[in-house]
């Protein structure tokens, strides 16, 4: 109903701040209103594609920095961050590798 109602209003007050004055999100009313998708979020469905065939391909070791260095090297420019983001959106993560020659040893001191 409060979509509608801005559907409406829409060439009289700006989106933005009628989704806020009726406590929805801008996000949701684009979608309810059949708004194409934008460029980023097509790009993101783009970018998921390759990072699933990149960790199905690697038996789902690989993580976020391992998937952004395959795809710079296949010339796809994305960021460390931008890969993490998007694989715990679709609940995808590697494995960590044990680290090998880290303990520690504590010296006691003896009177």
Known sequence: ???RMIDRCREAFPV???CHLLGVS???YYDFSGHPPSRT???NRAL???IESLHERSDGVWGAPTITDE???QGIPCSTNRVARLMRANRIQGIPQKRVG???RRQTILD
């Open 16 to 18: 933005q701040m009628m």
């Open 71 to 73: 795809l710079k090297i």
């Open 26 to 28: 801008c996000r949701g």
């Open 48 to 50: 998921m594609e390759q």
């Open 102 to 104: 880290r303990s520690v």
């Open 41 to 43: 979020a097509i790009e």
């Open 1 to 3: 109903m409060r979509y």
